[in-house]
């Protein structure tokens, strides 16, 4: 599974994967200066919590959820006040992206 991050021109790109033949699963984040980190996990709700956690921080950050297209992705109605639009959206993208990662990992590991 992938999931990207942008903040002005720069993207951050997160890749959740299962390793071949055995139980174990990586979390790679790729960097806007290329620069990638890779974390592995033998447990798959550690790995669910350390992407939650990791998507909340970028998002508390500025950063963005965006399609693969590069275009943000629709938070649908927005409140009139610029401070409260933000502080609305970014709850609702949170609450999105855990329910997007928990099904989608549930269905790809067998959770």
């Known amino acids: 599974m992938i999931w990207y991050f942008t903040r002005g021109a720069a993207h951050i790109d997160l890749e959740v994967h299962r390793l071949g033949g055995s139980t174990g ?3 790679a984040v790729t960097y806007p200066d290329g620069a990638e980190q890779i974390e592995s996990f033998s447990d798959p709700a550690r790995l669910v919590t350390r992407v939650l956690s990791f998507q909340q921080k970028l998002i508390a950050d500025g950063w963005m959820p965006s399609s693969t297209d590069g275009g943000p992705v629709s938070l649908g109605r927005r ?10 959206s970014a709850r609702k993208t949170v609450r999105r992206i855990r329910r997007s990662v928990s099904r989608r990992l549930a269905a790809a590991f067998g959770l």
């Open 79 to 88: 409140p009139i006040r610029r401070r409260q639009m933000y502080l609305v």
């Open 25 to 27: 699963y990586t979390f």
